[in-house]
C-alpha cells in the first residue's frame, strides 16, 4: 500500500493507494508553522480514522508547491513510516514530455495531473485543478505538455472581493437558485459561482479553437465541486486525478529502481 501526499496551498490532500485502488481521500489545512510531529499525529490520526496500520505502508511519495514544507513534510513520514518518501521533483521519472521554456517551473502538481490525465483519460486533453488558484494544463495529441493558463482561485476572489469592499458581506461557497440575483448574497454567489463556471467554458472555447480540435476536460480539485456542475461544457470532475497520478510516478520509478 503506497501513501500519497499533495501538499498544497491551502490544503494538504492524502490518500492511500493499493493496486490503483484509493482507499480514502482527505484534505488537513496547509500550515507552514506545524512541526514534524505536528504532522507525524495528523496522519496517523488519519490513517487510524480509517483503520489502516502503518507497517502495511510499503511506500510513500509526496508532490509539493510549498517548497518550505517539503523537508518537514519528508521527515514526519519518515518517522511515521520508517521509509523514506520520494519527492516529485528533478530526477524523478515521469514519462511526460513537457514543451516549456522553462520546464523546472511546471508545478509537480500539474505534472502530476497530467500523467494521470493521460494514463485515465488520452489525449489531447485539458486538465483543471481548483484551488488557491485555478490553473488549466494543456496536453496536446502527441501527449506533450504544451502549457495553460494560472487564474485566481474561487476563495481568493471571493476573499479579495468581500476584503476590498465595505458593504459586502461574507458567504458560503454555493450557487444562487437563479443566475439573476435578486438580493446582495444572491447576486454574489451568481457572480462567484457562475462567473468561474462560465470563465471556465470560455477557456475550454479558446484552447479549443487554438489546438484545432476538441479535447477532453478534466477537473480536481477542492473547490471543482462547487464549480463544475455549473459549466455548460462536458467536463469530468475527478476528485482523486492527483492521487492517481502520484501512484503511477511511484510505480514507474520503483520499476526503473
Not at 481568493?156 to 458567504?171: A, E, F, G, M
Amino acid at each position: 500500500m503506497i501513501l500519497a501526499v499533495d501538499i498544497g496551498n491551502t490544503n494538504i490532500v492524502i490518500g492511500c493507494i493499493e493496486q490503483e485502488k484509493i482507499h480514502f481521500v482527505e484534505r488537513v489545512s496547509t500550515n507552514i508553522s506545524n512541526t514534524e510531529l505536528e504532522y507525524v499525529v495528523s496522519f496517523k490520526t488519519l490513517l487510524d480514522l480509517y483503520g489502516i496500520e502503518v507497517k502495511s505502508i510499503t511506500g510513500c511519495i509526496i508532490a509539493s508547491v510549498v517548497p518550505p514544507l517539503n523537508n518537514v513534510v519528508k521527515t514526519a513520514m519518515e518517522k511515521l513510516l520508517r521509509i523514506s518518501p520520494l519527492l516529485v521533483g528533478p530526477g524523478v521519472k515521469t514519462g511526460l514530455n513537457i514543451l516549456m521554456d522553462n520546464p523546472g517551473q511546471v508545478g509537480s502538481d500539474l505534472i502530476v495531473n497530467a500523467v494521470a490525465g493521460l494514463q485515465y483519460y488520452g489525449a489531447p486533453i485539458i486538465l483543471i485543478d481548483m484551488g488557491t488558484a485555478t490553473t488549466i494544463s494543456v496536453v496536446d495529441e502527441k501527449k506533450n505538455y504544451i502549457g495553460g493558463m494560472i487564474l485566481p482561485g474561487v476563495k481568493v476572489s471571493l476573499d479579495s472581493l468581500v476584503n476590498r469592499t465595505s458593504q459586502l458581506p461574507k458567504i458560503s461557497l454555493e450557487a444562487p437558485k437563479k443566475v439573476i440575483g435578486r438580493n446582495t448574497i444572491d447576486c454574489m454567489k451568481s457572480g462567484i459561482v457562475m462567473g468561474q463556471a462560465a470563465c471556465i467554458d470560455g477557456m475550454i472555447e479558446r484552447i479549443w479553437e487554438e489546438l484545432g480540435q476538441q479535447a477532453a476536460v478534466v477537473a480536481t480539485g477542492g473547490l471543482a465541486g462547487s464549480i463544475v456542475p455549473y459549466c455548460k461544457k462536458k467536463v469530468i470532475h475527478d476528485d482523486e486525478l492527483t492521487l492517481k497520478g502520484l501512484y503511477i510516478i511511484y510505480c514507474k520509478n520503483m520499476e526503473q529502481g
